[in-house]
């Protein structure tokens, strides 16, 4: 008799973004012609810059004739992308083209990734964190265990005094919206160095980083070739979450004990993982995600990247007026936001939904140290994000 993997019957049923969108469409059901106001949306809003299309259209043409047409691509990401992603991103890192891996969004990539570690390899989680690396973590029956953060500390992690096997840090941060300075992640390649240990580095919104002493790569750090595998994604980046292309490094200095403690090289050993699982990412992405490194295409992804920015810094200082607790905004899409009247996050969420019309993300759903925050996107467009804050303003300012 085929048995069921009961670890997907331990996925959490309550909290998750569902419920969100549930009440929302709940909401607009029994309120027919309200505008609603989503700042809880992870998604862009600005389009693919036209020098990208322009690109995916010859792709498209090019599998139309038969000279050109290609089927089945490259099994690591085709050559032209993996050599320009080294060029425009790793070059002065020292980071090969045999080091980098092309696939279909960091979502699945981190998660994933977690099929190379034995299972009683123990995951450290930050609460609050994003929840897709609790649910892998689950679904492939692993412990985790979590590490707090803690507001007074601005929400940087405190290195622990416990072993971990596995250490998710995802940096610049969703939910929280900060970034780690180099001196911090510093402390945590000693901490993977001294202690075995496998960090594992979404760096999805490194081209949101604005401050000087945040890296944009975990590789500008001596010593983290040995520990760390880093992500990356063009979904936030050049508004690619439609068509999903990712990309992650594992460097050759990684190594891990396997039969008889012989040393291996686990780049090498996730070659032959890839080839047996994965066929590779779409050519018209890859010509896309490639695209993206044109001159001509840099200026009009900055362009969008900054109309992000603005949004955040408009969220942050309107909220920071009205006396509310902000972190994050500055390298990242994301504000965390204390709740008004020390309310319960889901509490918080259905006073914004139901009083002013506005959505947004209850903390709690990132962990319980979540409760009593809201995670706002700065990713809507300028209108949704101004009309929000005037809403907001409106209301609290009578309390002033």
Request: charged content about 25%; proline content about 4%; glycine content about 6%.
């Amino acid at each position: 008799m085929v048995k069921l993997n009961n670890n997907l019957l331990k996925l959490e049923t309550e909290d998750i973004f569902m419920n969100v969108g549930e009440k929302v469409s709940e909401y607009k059901k029994e309120n027919p012609g309200v505008n609603l106001l989503n700042l809880g949306v992870g998604d862009v809003s600005l389009p693919i810059v036209p020098t990208v299309i322009k690109e995916m259209e010859k792709a498209v043409l090019e599998l139309g004739n038969g000279k050109t047409f290609k089927g089945y691509g490259a099994y690591y990401g085709h050559d032209f992308l993996r050599e320009k992603i080294v060029e425009e991103e790793y070059n002065s890192l020292n980071i090969t083209k045999d080091e980098i891996y092309i696939s279909i969004g960091t979502k699945t990539d981190t998660t994933n990734i977690l099929e190379l570690f034995d299972k009683k390899a123990k995951m450290c989680l930050f609460n609050p964190s994003y929840p897709i690396y609790r649910d892998g973590g689950i679904i492939s029956g692993r412990e985790i265990e979590y590490l707090e953060l803690y507001e007074e500390d601005n929400f940087i992690p405190r290195i622990p005094k416990g072993k971990y096997d596995l250490i998710y840090i995802c940096s610049p941060s969703n939910p929280l919206g900060i970034a780690l300075p180099k001196n911090e992640l510093k402390k945590w390649i000693e901490y993977a160095i001294a202690n075995d240990s496998i960090i594992l580095y979404d760096n999805v919104y490194e081209s949101f980083i604005t401050s000087d002493d945040v890296p944009h790569s975990i590789y500008e750090i001596d010593g983290a070739k040995r520990v760390a595998i880093e992500f990356r994604s063009f979904s936030k980046r050049a508004s690619f979450t439609g068509i999903r292309c990712s990309y992650y490094v594992i460097p050759n200095e990684l190594h891990l004990k396997g039969l008889d403690s012989k040393s291996i090289n686990i780049n090498e050993l996730w070659k032959k993982r890839t080839i047996a699982k994965f066929n590779g990412a779409d050519y018209i992405v890859q010509k896309g995600a490639w695209a993206t490194y044109l001159e001509q295409a840099k200026p009009e992804i900055r362009a969008n990247i900054n109309y992000y920015l603005e949004n955040a810094k408009y969220i942050k200082e309107a909220l920071e007026s009205l006396s509310f607790k902000v972190f994050g905004g500055e390298n990242a899409p994301f504000l965390w936001v204390k709740t008004r009247n020390n309310m319960s996050s889901w509490a918080y969420f259905d006073f914004l939904l139901n009083e002013l019309n506005i959505v947004v993300i209850p903390g709690c759903i990132f962990g319980k140290k979540g409760d009593k925050y809201i995670r706002i996107s700065a990713l809507a467009t300028r209108e949704v994000t101004v009309e929000s804050m005037e809403r907001i303003k409106e209301y609290y300012e009578k309390e002033l």
